[in-house]
């Protein structure tokens, strides 16, 4: 699970999503086809998983992969929550327990250390849509985004 396989777990988490939810005679995704994509973001998240139960760099870095990584997780969660709620329920966690890391790589007065442009791009995107996500699926933000450091920064 690295910076490419995000961007297509996210955009496949919503395609999903959407398409999955007309039925009967509006249906828009075959069940077969549900059910093949389905497994196969299944496949991703538990690679998600394995990266942060292993010590996989790409999360345990704590750079900016880490909030771009988490996003498309969270996603997934929110998607799969009634199907997968066990799951669902330890990738928010997951998500929450890695970004601790990344929060050391902002100064007290809002710099992003890793630099000010694209980098600081990445980390902002992926703590603010994390953020939203939450707040607007399970009505509360992941407390490890400091939101008075997105405030400082943005």
């Known amino acids: 699970f690295d910076l490419t396989a995000a961007e297509k777990v996210s955009y496949f988490t919503h395609f999903y999503d959407v398409l999955i939810s007309r039925k009967g005679n509006d249906e828009l995704l075959s069940v077969e086809d549900a059910v093949s994509i389905s497994e196969k973001l299944e496949d991703q998240i538990d690679l998600f998983i394995s990266a942060f139960w292993t010590g996989g760099w790409q999360l345990w870095n704590g750079n900016n992969w880490t909030p771009h990584l988490c996003v498309a ?82």
Do not use: Q
């Not at 066990?86 to 890695?98: F, M």
């Not at 970004?99 to 902002?124: F, I, K, Q």
């Open 73 to 154: 997780a969270i996603e997934w969660a929110i998607v799969f929550w009634h199907e997968h709620n066990t799951k669902a329920t330890e990738v928010l966690r997951i998500a929450n327990d890695i970004m601790w890391l990344h929060r050391n790589y902002y100064t007290d007065d809002g710099v992003y250390v890793e630099g000010v442009a694209m980098y600081t791009y990445m980390s902002m995107e992926g703590m603010m849509a994390m953020a939203s996500l939450c707040r607007a699926s399970f009505g509360f933000a992941p407390t490890a985004i400091d939101v008075g450091t997105l405030k400082k920064t943005a």
